[in-house]
């Protein structure tokens, strides 16, 4: 099954940045929002920060002024840069694409961050 490719995880202590990266491969066109999500354990997966194709964007009220989603159209890519790190943002992180044809959305196998306090 075509996946998104995720790579930029890992461990960071607390206040650190830390940037992720989310790849399409070619056979995935036309990608309309694309997104991050994490799913921290016990916990529902929840929307941290989605960007449109024309470069809007939104975030969960946790994440605002810390972390910011971009994207590169050309190279199918989103990045998550996110800075001020904190213990609760520790989670695996999720890679999510849009698109207007079957199935409609793809998704990344998650990457694991965890930060210590």
Excluded: H
Aim: aromatic share 12%; charged share 15%.
């Amino acid at each position: 099954q075509v996946q998104l490719v995720e790579s930029g995880g890992g461990l960071v202590q607390a206040g650190g940045p830390l940037r992720l990266s989310c790849a399409a491969p070619a056979n995935i066109f036309s990608i309309n929002a694309m997104g991050w999500y994490r799913q921290a354990p016990g916990k529902q997966r929840e929307l941290v920060a989605a960007i449109t194709s024309s470069g809007s964007t939104n975030y969960a009220d946790s994440v605002k002024a810390r972390f910011t989603i971009s994207r590169d159209n050309a190279k199918n890519t989103v990045y998550l840069q996110m800075n001020s790190l904190k213990p609760e943002d520790t989670a695996v992180y999720y890679c999510n694409g849009r698109v207007s044809y079957y199935p409609y959305m793809y998704w990344g196998q998650g990457t694991q961050v965890t930060v210590s306090s």
